[in-house]
């Protein structure tokens, strides 16, 4: 702060005059224009508007001035300090400005550098396709049902009206657990868990049960000891044939797009009786390859139609030997295998692909198949 | 099954505008799975006649004997070498000539070969895609063409064979006249059955007739009959054109007698066997042998007869397994004047279990266990019989035969039971209609229908079979389609969603799930150093394993993992962060098989025996790391995986199912002894985590360092909390104080950092401990923990007085339990 003139000095009252003030001015706004950078800018703050700036002197001598000048030269004075300032905060901010742009442009990183230093993982196609089969039939009302894998050979087989010597049991190439005569086997199929379901759960059941089965099969391409599989059944008053086709129809179009529908051929299984095959229309060309050999479709084989599955209404025999009242109750149930419709879905050439566990192969589907 | 068209054709009016493909359409619809329709000589192109031998020079300078033949085709003579020796001066043959391209667009030329110009070739069966037959070239029957006729028509070259897998329901699918009547039914047209015509034989020689057979188990063999012939010409041979069907069926042709018996098996499904009578002591009779008598088979494979075997037996003994192989001592031969011709009906279960326990699937006993006419025999063996006479000559003796008592079963179905099954309206009079088109008699007016299978029918046995039939009738493609009002369901199980979370989990940690087989070595188990007493060595075993190198089940999921870790690391991925979630198996299989009955609920205690009797099955959750886990890269070094990385995995694999685990120093012997972490709950292991032992890597191919984890993940779930209870998040200060401890290395810093727990009380928020020191001013066998401490009050800021005295007592605490010292 400048010393207030103790005395009326009229000599020195030219430094007050308005030419030498804009001067003064003039000089401040000059050399604030000038300064390049924020250093700049302090120096010129001090120079011109600092205690021992030409201005701040000129201000000193307002006391000396005769009262009548006072009031003229002290607004002179104000709007000429007020001038410098704004015009010191105006270019401060410029330069602020010009600072912060340039230490960001300064930290620039180049991001296309790969971020992977840590890459996400994957779930296995066919556990994440079990589960979106899971969650269609959730949303109809179902429960997901389980069972062992090292199973019993009654519930395998002979609650599923697979007598010991039925030719049905050689169809499927079990392996027995312990001996041939142990009466365990690992599960050639998901179907004894229609048993489980029906002797643990109250009526009326609506179940999907997904799961892993064995055959001994050997490995090749479109073979594999050990599969997945999964395994539909309905069990309540008054169900149809009608149902179990509106059912897979439903199936089919949530899991393979809108439209498409099944289709059912009588076939065999001892645990029904109306027994079917099921065949999904091909998603990829809705039959329109079919005797067109210009537009020929991989996915299904110019078929129109992919083998997906068997199903059929639950045989009353397999009723009776879970207790549940034939006369009133029917069924249905079907099933398919999970291996083989992730690789009509997904495009899976080889089987082994699927059981081998190389990372490439899983990653390339994520979470989510 | 493979049934050519122009023999469906012979026994049903097929109209003429339907392809093979249209044929097995309807077949398909008819619920036959036709696997393919193919053509046969497809490919042959050009000109393919028949040509008479006229002569043959044998020429030896060459390394195999080769034949150079002089063969008219019409007009002009060919000289053409041969490499077979299977035929004569005169023979009819099948000749390719120059310019025919024969299957896999192989073009036959005129051009020079062991020193003659070959103008044309002589073809096998095989070379033209006729079938397997390439002992020689074909031969003509003698008379049937003239040279230079075109050689297709005769040979069946563009015929088409549709191949049908035949489900255990179908018995009579495995013959032509079963295959007829699904397309007479499927066309709507008559149908004759080949199987109810009785062929006229000469009249029985009274005289001469062998002694009766008989069947000394009439439940087994219901029906035995037994033709005889005598004088037959064994040098006689097989027709061409039925040759020729069975070659296009699979069969190879053998010798007149066999092939007429497998040609009426095809055409019928009645499956009969010819002995020599001549190689035959007193009658032939169908019985159970005493066991432990051996008999070889056609097949040259000796075999030990059971008491539950059924067998055809003459004076001396077994002379034939029943419905399944003959016996190699009364085979007929190239000298057999005299056959028995036997056709009869073995029982299904019966020839089921012998074909199985004898490991021996045979024409015969493919059809018998799938069910054989019952009333067939007679009708088939009039046909065979007629056959031989007709084409080998010979005397027929007459027939014996021995049956037990039919009694037809009746069927009760309501007439509504289809319209109820199938969701749909079918009036009584289209279910009476179809079940007459499959052969069955609907007997009496009343409903529920009474309703006699056909013999040919034996899978027809309850109401639901006869449902089946009529809406297979009506077309499964008419049934309508309709979705069923669901009951109100759960939604996933908490345990279901576990797994669902644990995957996710895992695979957001940068884990790739495997799918591993469960069977394991003994070299795998030592490998990883697991001892006979470990619960994760295997003791549950495979009676039929893939391989006797893997016979076990999985007690643990390392093995799977860790080959799944080699093949990664063989393909070239030698970092892995792999894991699977599974089913292990433990205990013991032990005792007999149970078998409830089926015709009604098991018991309480029936169905706790069976789930007893079965090995527990533990699901884990286990994981293996190897290699690195940060690549090395702009960013900086690589990173290895270690420890740590294992048992993080292992630790938030609770975190995520809201369970702590302990961590403890474990002595997992796969694992590293220093570096195995243990994981409790409870007080029990639940798992381990860590550095697997330098040997396991070494004696496994593996990385050295791999690093891995394995959890019970049943428990842990059983053990999860089902509702999360919130927490009291605290808005006042946090005071924070650092320290450091020294102490000993005997004591773990999870004992450090709970006796900090402990003294600090319920100020403390959390404890982290951010270093570890070891050196100067830290005595040799200790090292300094430094923790950082959070405290906080619910309800005021804390002074700094009050928050000296809950540091003092956290310290006075570690000191007194862990006798750590302030440093
Ligand atoms: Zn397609």
Redesign the interface.
Known sequence: MSAPNSAFDPKQVAALDASAIDAMVADALAAIAMAGDLAAIKEVRLAHAGDRSPLALANREIGALPPAAKAEAGKRMGEARGAIKSALEARTEILELERDERALVEEAVDVT??VD????????P??TLM?RI?DVF?A?????AEG????????NF??L?V??????R??QDT??????????V?RTQTSPIQIRAM?ERPL?I?VVAPG?VFR?D?LDATHT??FHQVEGL?V?E??????L???L??FAAEMFGAGI?T??????F?FT?????LDVQCFVCRGASIGNPDSSCRTCGSEGWIEWGGCG?V???VL????IDSAKY?GFAFGMGIERTLMFRNGVTDMRD???????F??AF??ES | MRAPVSWLRELVSIPDSESGRDIAERL????L?VETVETLGEGVLGELVVGRVESIEELTDFKKPIRWCQVTVGGATRGIICGARNFSEGDLVAVALPGTVLPGGFTIATRETYGHMSDGMLCSERELGLGEGHDGIIILEPGSALPGNDARPILGVGDEVLDIAV????GYALSMRGLARELAIAYEVPFVDVGRELVELPAPDAERLPAACASDDLEACALFTLRTIIDFDPTKVSPGWMRSRLSACGMRPVSLAVDVTNYVMLETGQPLHAFDLGKIRGAIRAGRPAGGETLETIDHVVRTLSSDDLVISDDRGPIGLAGTMGGLETEIDSTTTSLALEAAHFS??VV??MA?RHKLSSEASRRF??GVDRELAPYASARAASLLLQWGGGHYVGMTAVEAAMSPVIIEMRSSEPS?????EIPEATVIESLGRVGCEVVGGQDPLRVIAPSWRADLT????L??EV??LIG??N???????????????AA?RMR?RV??M?????????????FVSDAELDALRIPSDDPRRST???????SDQLPY?RATLLP??L??VR??AG?G?TS????EL??V?RG?????????S?????SEQE?AA??E???S?PFLVAGVLAGE???D???GAARAYDWSDALAAAVSVGEILGITLEVSRGANPSFHPGRCAELVLAGTVVGSAGELHPRVCEALGLVPRTCAWELDLGALMTSAPPVRPAPIVGTQPVAKEDLALIVSDEVSTSAVEQALRQGAGELLESVRLFDVYRGPQVPDGHRSLAFALRFRAPDRTLEAAETAEVRQAAIDCAASTCGAVLR
Not at chain 2, 167 to 170: L, M, Q, S, V
Not at chain 2, 479 to 493: D, F, I, K, Y
Request: glycine share 8%.
């Open positions: 550098l790969p230093r840590a890459p996400l993982g994957a779930r296995h066919l556990t589960e899971c959730i109809m009302g179902y429960d997901i062992p894998e090292v199973e019993s050979e009654w519930v002979d609650a009206n007598p010991p010597d039925h030719p049905a050689t169809m392996f027995y657990v312990g001996s041939p005569e142990s009466g365990v690992l002797l009326p609506y892993r001994t050997e000891p050990v309905a309540d008054n169900i149809t044939m009608a149902d086709k509106g059912t129809d439903h529908v289709r059912l051929r009588p076939s065999y001892p009786e109306p027994s079917a095959e209404m045989n009353p025999r009776d030997a879970v207790g029917r699927m059981v081998e566990g190389d990372i490439r899983s990653q994520g979470v | 398909i619809r008819a619920g799975e489900t255990p329901d179908r299904a279960e089921a279990r199985r266990e799938r109820a099954v199938a969701g749909m309850d109401a639901c079979d449902v089946e809406v297979r499964y493609d049934v309508p389609s309709r979705l069923p009002t669901a009951a109100v369901g759960h939604g996933l199980t279901q669902r995957g996710v895992l695979a957001a940690r940068g884990g790739v799930e495997v799918l591993s087989y469960p549950v075993v495979l009676a039929n394993p893939m089940l799977g993992l080959t799944a093949r990664n393909r991925s892995v962060n792999l894991f599974g089913s198996y013991a299989v032990e005792g007999e098989a149970l078998r409830p089926v015709l009604m609920r098991p169905w069976l789930n009797a079965l090995p099955q886990r940060e690549l890269g702009w960013w």
